[in-house]
C-alpha cells in the first residue's frame, strides 16, 4: 500500500514521525492526507477564522474532499498522536458533540491507540 500522508513541520520542534504513520495505516489507509506541525499563533488564527473560537487549539481537522483531509496539530502540545487519532476520525465522521458520540469516540481512539 501507497502512504500517501505529508508532513508539514512548521516549526523547530523535532516530531518523529512513525508513530502518526502507524495510526495513519490503522484508521486512514488510502486516504490523502496532510498533517502540519504548527505553532500556537497559527492554530489560535485557524481556530478563531474556521471555528469562530478566539483560543488555541490542539488540533484542527478538515475534511477537504472524499478520502482526502488535513491536520493541523500544535506542536506544543504533548499527547501529539492521540491528537492525531482524535482529529482522524472526526475525517471519518466522528464527534462529540453528545455524551453518547464522546463515548463512542473515546472508545474508538483508546482502541486503535492500545493496538
Not at 455524551?99 to 469516540?105: F, I, L, S, T
Amino acid at each position: 500500500m501507497k502512504n500517501n500522508i505529508y508532513f508539514n513541520n512548521l516549526t523547530k520542534k523535532r516530531v518523529k514521525t512513525e508513530g502518526f504513520l502507524r495510526i495513519y495505516k490503522k484508521v486512514l489507509p488510502n486516504w490523502e492526507l496532510s498533517v502540519v506541525l504548527a505553532g500556537p499563533a497559527l492554530m489560535r488564527s485557524l481556530n478563531k477564522k474556521y471555528r469562530k473560537k478566539d483560543k488555541i487549539a490542539n488540533v484542527l481537522s478538515f475534511k477537504l474532499a472524499s478520502k482526502n483531509g488535513e491536520i493541523f496539530l500544535n506542536a506544543n502540545e504533548k499527547k501529539l498522536l492521540y491528537l492525531f487519532t482524535h482529529a482522524c476520525l472526526h475525517l471519518l465522521g466522528y464527534d462529540h458533540k453528545t455524551n453518547k458520540e464522546a463515548v463512542k469516540m473515546e472508545e474508538k481512539e483508546n482502541k486503535i491507540l492500545l493496538k
